[in-house]
């Protein structure tokens, strides 16, 4: 088991650069995962911690060695790959157990090793099967069993569960969440998808175009978003940001297209200014005639709540509303906003005003 | 196919297979014209005697008397055996040192082209063209072999005028021209191996050797044994650069079954004779060809 540290790693192709100096400390134990829209790094980044790519600059640490220079096969890591990398040629015993065998260790060691993994993983009656017999969910559990019998310092997952349906991907969620908890092994884990970082993450890094947006846990990055890409990044259905003046004496703040609602004391930090004002869907409420008007442009319905699409003003927001709401298209309605829940963006750098 | 139900064909299916048959028929109607009526007429010729420099004796039917010759044939059974041999050393041959080509021309160079370029020449190469090159290679005068061997200061060797030299001689130019084709179908098949197989080996410890051995070579298989069939169809009928560099000589010690055949009907202009021998070479090659396919539709390692 060990921590990683991260420090001023940079990778360039050539005069290309795709990671500008990233800085990331995670510790022992911990679950990081790394998140961004394709073409941010995350998976460049993850496969210079592996080894896989050479570093361009600065260090990358695991545990207190640095292994910049260091062949994967040294950095004592496991890693589980995104189309899972099982030799067909080989039954599912062969391939979890191929890393010991490559070390050379025992038969029997690798037998009982590889029965404890596919007892946990519970893919006990599919050892003598090959790969192509297996579905994408069996594959993928193999894939992890071959890198718990290595018994690694740090675990690392590149896209694991992209190939998966959404059911399974649910499902396999819960299965590497558990796995975390049983082994407490350090794991790095690159996804795309927002709510996998949400979920299983002790600590998320949100990259964008080669950077470290934001690094912090799940509840921070979805409460105190440091940037409108990364508010616009976690969360589903996505942030409203909406353009936005609040007046010189800070008492009210004016959406684009006119409607003026009363700000809250904290909007003072901002007076007189052009903001991004972000609101999350949850903080829309159907209120009563003091609401600023709006008229509902689709509804949503999801079963346990309804989303719609409002038109206020100049601008569109989506709310989350109780299925009960009484909400048609094209209906009028009046809008109630949680200000005191809102965040307010920089429209020139995109930071929040804190 | 038995426990499928038979149903009659529906008239729009009837019509469909009808138009499937009327596409097929021109590219079936050439097939039979090059290829099945020139071997429906060898083999009637195989069992007639049929001799252009005895034109008076006819085309009588002489049942198995062809073949029968050839069983008593000493310069026969000398031509099988020569081409044996061609076989057993330049099939192994050609894979290995078409394999090493292979890996290296799937190293990631960041040209490519020079590298693909230097592996399909000898491949382009007409064979009597690469006959004749080897042919000067070993002339012994001025041919490098000899050269190489003066500049270490040893006797130059008749390489192309004592039998056992010029079959080594021989060897060597066939497995040059023709490793190119295997090295070509080989990358094609090193290139369908993902290269996360690669970097997980790699990650769970294995070594370059270790990673060759567990991934290469078994991912490889169904591609190694495409090229051994067809290395060995072509071996079978191994002609062009003996008849270019030795012209079966010295004797008749690196003559091959097709040699023989050619000289029995071109040269000999006896053409009951030399289609007997021309069947007998076609069932050996099928037999082979056939045992090479039964091996591949059983191999477990394909999926």
């Given amino acids: 088991m060990a921590g990683i540290e991260i420090a001023q790693v940079v990778k360039a192709y050539g005069s290309v650069p795709v990671i500008h100096g990233i800085d990331l400390s995670v510790r022992d134990g911990e679950f990081v995962v790394l998140v961004g829209p394709s073409g941010c790094g995350k998976s460049t980044l993850l496969r210079m911690i592996a080894g896989l790519e050479s570093v361009t600059g600065g260090t990358i640490r695991i545990g207190d060695r640095v292994v910049n220079d260091l062949p994967p096969r040294d950095r004592d890591i496991a890693m589980v790959f995104q189309d899972y990398a099982l030799y067909p040629h080989r039954t599912v015993a062969e391939n979890v157990g191929f890393g010991l065998r490559m070390r050379g260790v025992d038969a029997a060691t690798i037998a009982r090793k590889v029965n404890e993994a596919a007892e946990i993983l519970q893919i006990t009656h599919l050892l003598d099967r090959k790969p192509g017999q297996l579905s994408g969910g069996q594959r993928q559990r193999v894939a992890m069993g071959r890198a718990i019998v290595r018994d690694p310092k740090v675990f690392l997952f590149d896209e694991p569960l992209s190939n998966l349906d959404a059911q399974l991907r649910a499902e396999m969620r819960v299965e590497i969440k558990k796995l975390h908890q049983r082994f407490g092994t350090t794991i790095i884990y690159v996804t795309h998808d927002q709510v996998e970082a949400m979920t299983l993450a002790d600590r998320i890094a949100i990259l964008k175009a080669g950077h470290v947006e934001q690094f912090a846990t799940p509840d921070e990055v979805y409460r105190q978003p440091r940037s409108t890409f990364v508010a616009r990044f976690i969360g589903s259905p996505a942030m409203n940001i909406v353009p936005a003046k609040i007046v010189p004496d800070a008492t009210t703040i004016t959406l684009a297209g006119g409607a003026s609602v009363a700000a809250p004391a904290s909007f003072a930090r901002a007076r007189g200014r052009d903001v991004l004002l972000g609101l999350r869907a949850e903080h829309l409420r159907l209120a009563g005639a003091e609401g600023v008007p709006a008229r509902t442009v689709i509804v949503e319905p999801l079963g346990s709540d309804t989303l719609a699409l409002m038109q206020v003003g100049a601008v569109e927001m989506t709310g989350r509303f109780p299925p009960s709401a009484p909400l048609r298209a094209g209906g009028e309605v009046a809008l109630g906003l949680d200000l005191d829940q809102a965040h307010l963006f920089d429209p020139e750098t995109g930071l929040a005003i804190v | ?303």
């Fill in chain 2, 1 to 303: 196919m038995s426990d499928t139900i038979r149903h009659r064909l529906t008239p729009l299916e009837k019509s469909e297979r009808r138009l499937g048959f009327a596409m097929l028929a021109p590219a079936f109607l050439l097939l039979a014209a090059v290829v099945l009526y020139p071997i429906v007429e060898l083999i009637r010729n195989s069992f007639h005697f049929n001799h252009l420099a005895q034109p008076w004796m006819g085309t009588p039917f002489v049942g198995f008397e062809n073949y029968v010759k050839a069983l008593g044939d000493d310069r026969f059974h000398e031509a099988v055996l020569h081409t044996v041999l061609y076989v057993l050393v330049t099939v192994p041959g050609a894979v290995v040192i078409g394999l090493g080509l292979a890996l290296l021309a799937n190293q990631p160079f960041s040209v490519k082209w020079p590298v693909r370029l230097g592996l399909l020449l000898p491949w382009a190469l007409p064979l009597v063209f690469a006959g004749l090159i080897f042919r000067w290679f070993f002339e012994y005068n001025q041919g490098i072999a000899n050269a190489m061997l003066r500049g270490l200061g040893l006797e130059p060797l008749n390489w192309l005028t004592s039998p056992g030299l010029a079959f080594f001689a021989i060897c060597l130019a066939i497995i040059w021209k023709s490793s190119s084709f295997v090295a070509l179908v080989l990358l094609a098949g090193l290139q369908t191996i993902p290269k996360s197989f690669y970097e997980a080996a790699e990650v769970d410890g294995a070594t370059k050797w270790q990673q060759f051995r567990e991934i290469t070579l078994p991912m490889l298989r169904p591609a190694i044994f495409v090229a051994l069939i067809f290395r060995t169809i072509t071996a079978i009928q191994t002609f062009d650069i003996p008849y270019a560099m030795t012209n079966g000589g010295p004797g008749n010690s690196t003559e091959t079954l097709a040699m023989y055949i050619h000289k029995t009907t071109v040269d000999f202009l006896d053409l009951g004779y030399g289609s007997a021998l021309a069947v007998l070479m076609f069932i050996v090659s099928a037999v082979i060809t056939s045992v090479y396919l039964r091996h591949t539709r059983r191999d477990p390692g394909r999926h």
